[in-house]
């Protein structure tokens, strides 16, 4: 029972990162129909820059606690410019495209992104800075620690701040409008190329605070980190149906649930025979099983139609 | 067919200028190698209700299109109340008081009711008029006001297209563009459609409207334009051409 506990709150902490990543993933398909392949490098980027910007600072003397928000500031900065650039610069100019170009120039972003980011932070395993006395709490037998807390709690919160955005604001309901019909959207007055970037800069923003998330909860930061983590994310919308936001934020969640629960039980499960280092797999049988038997997602409706 | 340029320094030409709200001369519209509209001249007064009738693929929605800023012509001229709109996006059009209605209606089936008819104001930065607007709005068309959080896929094809108009009535437009509002509606709604259009022609403002139903469009209009294969072919009083033969045959079964 104290590991099925754990695994849940490990669980949890992972799935409040991949909900996150994944509704950047599922915010860009909602509206343009486009897997950005490229956003879990954006992951890596905000890693990696609020990493540098908190080294830094701690280094000039600034405060743990003010040093902290500042450079997740900077990160979801940076990562924003990154997400409005891409978008410009790869996704923009073959709007019109066939569907297979935009989803290789992606790929190339990507690669693109990895190996700058190789270039400037090297190949090496950077180490997140200790901050705080990061205590860790006994509840019914199992541990989490004030990371962790801090994590679940504000991806919890940034979920919610993101469903007011997109259902109460103007903003959200232009978004949507675009989602579904852009030429009626346009007839309304909205500048769909504002609301496109808008909505790539949202879902880097997500992506910084996931990306700080991550490094933070396992101590590390690395050039490589955002592809196994931007696949996961992916497999994450896809389960919860791409192109809905609840949908997203529920398979981030699940996924994390049946990874971390798969990983304690698999030695059980197999006789031993694999060991919790094969937890990697489970995200990509959960992405077989669902494109074989649901394609449309948990709450999706409409990836048949569009992928 | 093509209107003289008129020369702009002569005054009485000049005054009558004045007065139209648009004007389009020599206007091309094509999709790709598709030669959709095969510049046209046409012009729409203040306060006027103008119809463009004519038959299957003569090129009516693409000139609305052209219009509203969905497809860049590749020809002519696109002048709007003293300003050239051939380069300005479709979004900027609105806030200059053009509104189209689309064929097909182009109500948002995710949002509901009332968010669509928000985003009819979506240009606007009046707060407190909007609310007086939609206000009036569910006073014209009530059936919306008991519909108004429900998603607008869920509305009737009659229902959308009350809130369609609605919806670009919200945007608060000096050039109401509708095509085809009469489209696949039962005739009590078509009758409904067309008194709201009446209404809203009575309050002044100034309306192009795109009709199958020929009959209706004259008769409600106050000129209308014929057009055929991408080419205005018939222009005049809309009495005047509902007595002609040639509408009789082509276009009134008569
Ligand atoms: N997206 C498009 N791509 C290519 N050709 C098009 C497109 N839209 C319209 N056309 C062509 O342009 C011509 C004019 O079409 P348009 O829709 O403007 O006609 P219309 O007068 O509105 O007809 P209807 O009364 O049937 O609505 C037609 O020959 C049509 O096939
Ligand atoms: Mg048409």
């Not at chain 1, 049988?285 to 569009?306: C, D, K, Q, T, Y």
């Not at chain 2, 800023?69 to 380069?87: E, H, M, S, T, W």
């Not at chain 2, 050039?175 to 008194?195: Q, R, T, Y």
């Amino acid at each position: 029972m104290e590991i099925f506990f754990q695994q849940i709150i490990n669980g949890l902490v992972q799935g409040s990162v991949y909900a996150l990543v994944a509704l950047g993933y599922t915010m860009v398909y909602g509206i343009l129909g486009l897997i950005n392949f490229a956003h879990g490098e954006v992951v890596m980027v905000g890693a990696m820059l609020a990493l540098s910007a908190l080294t830094a600072l701690i280094g000039w003397g600034v405060p743990p606690l003010l040093a902290l928000p500042v450079s997740l500031l900077l990160a979801m900065a940076g990562c924003m410019l990154l997400g409005f650039g891409i978008e410009r610069i790869a996704y923009r100019p073959l709007r019109h495209a066939p569907r297979l170009a935009p989803l290789i120039t992606a790929i190339g972003v990507s690669i693109v992104l990895q190996n700058l980011a190789m270039m400037i932070w090297g190949r090496e395993y950077h180490a997140f800075p200790q901050l705080i006395n990061n205590q860790s709490h006994h509840v019914g037998g199992a541990i989490i620690n004030d990371i962790q807390i801090v994590i679940i709690i504000t991806a919890l919160g940034l979920m919610a701040g993101l469903m007011a955005i997109v259902h109460r604001t103007s903003l959200g309901c232009a978004m949507r409008a675009v989602a579904e019909n852009q030429h009626a959207a346009q007839l309304m007055g909205v500048d769909v190329n504002r609301v496109i970037s808008v909505t790539f800069m949202l879902g880097s923003a997500l992506a910084a605070i996931a990306g700080l998330m991550v490094s933070a909860n396992y101590g590390l930061a690395h050039y490589y980190m955002g592809f196994l983590l931007g696949l996961k994310a992916f497999t994450a919308a896809v389960l919860g149906g791409i192109g809905n936001l609840r949908g997203a934020m529920l398979g981030g969640l699940l996924l994390g649930l049946i990874e971390s629960l798969g990983a304690g039980y698999i030695g059980d499960l197999t006789g031993g025979f694999l060991g919790s280092q094969y937890q990697d797999v489970f995200a990509f049988f959960v992405l077989i099983a669902v494109l074989v038997f649901r394609p449309s997602g948990l709450l999706g409706e409409r990836l048949a139609e569009r992928a | 067919m093509k209107c003289a340029t008129i020369p702009a320094s002569s005054p009485p030409i000049l005054e009558r200028r004045v007065n139209k709200l648009l004007e389009i001369s020599g206007l091309e519209v094509g999709y790709g190698g598709i030669h959709a509209v095969k510049g046209i001249d046409f012009h729409i007064g203040q306060g006027e209700l103008v119809a463009l009738i004519g038959s299957n693929g003569a090129g009516k929605t693409t000139t609305l299109k052209a219009l509203a800023g969905l497809i860049a012509p590749v020809g002519g001229q696109i002048d709007y109340d003293g300003r050239v709109l051939n380069a300005v996006p479709a979004h900027q059009r609105v806030s200059m008081g053009i509104a189209l209605v689309p064929e097909g209606r182009g109500v948002f089936a995710r949002l509901t009711v009332a968010e669509n008819l928000l985003m009819g104001a979506y240009s606007r930065r009046d707060h407190a008029a909007i609310d007086d607007d939609l206000a009036r709005m569910y006073a014209l068309f009530p059936r919306l006001v008991e519909r108004r959080d429900q998603l607008a896929g869920t509305l009737s094809g009659g229902e959308q297209q009350m809130l369609a108009m609605a919806r670009a009535l919200m945007s608060r437009p000096r050039l109401l563009m509708l095509d085809e509002p009469s489209m696949g509606l039962a005739p009590l709604m078509v009758k409904k459609i067309f008194e709201t259009i009446r209404e809203v022609a009575a309050q002044g403002m100034s309306i192009l409207l795109v009709e199958q139903n020929a009959r209706l469009a004259l008769q409600v209009s106050s000129r209308s334009y014929v057009m055929e294969g991408g080419s205005i072919t018939l222009s005049g009083a809309s009495a005047d051409l509902l007595g002609s033969d040639a509408v009789q045959r082509a276009y009134l079964g008569g």
